[in-house]
């Protein structure tokens, strides 16, 4: 997919700020027991199409609007995907602007939890 210039340079922005993680850091972090939450920031039609296996849904759209309620706690470690990885970065951003202390965007987003054969719903 082809990104918009300007997009790009609000991506890179963020990035500098939030912290990334990969796939295999949330599967580690799983078999190790560890809680976390994960969370889908694409639109309404993606996720319908098919999700990570356990995550819940709180669109890019919406995030700063329901986070306080669906995850009250700020210090929560929160893995935050979207298709590619660059929503997920723009709203990682805005939580940790919010107080949010352990959030993290899933490089490669959609695309690489599904190449790395990860369970989907």
């Not at 965007?105 to 719903?121: I, K």
């Amino acid at each position: 997919m082809s990104h918009a210039p300007e997009f790009l340079k609000l991506v890179d922005d963020a990035k500098t700020r939030i912290r990334e993680c990969t796939v295999e850091d949330v599967r580690r972090s799983h078999e190790a027991g560890e809680k976390f939450h994960l969370v889908d920031v694409r639109e309404d039609s993606e996720w319908n199409v098919g999700r990570a296996a356990g995550s819940i849904h709180l669109g890019k759209g919406i995030i700063e609007r329901d986070i306080e309620k669906t995850i009250p706690d700020k210090d929560a470690k929160i893995v935050l995907y979207c298709g590619g990885g660059f929503r997920s970065a723009l709203s990682a951003d805005a939580l940790r602007q919010m107080g949010y202390t352990k959030v993290y965007s899933l490089a490669g987003g959609w695309r690489a939890w599904n190449v790395a054969g990860m369970p989907t719903e």
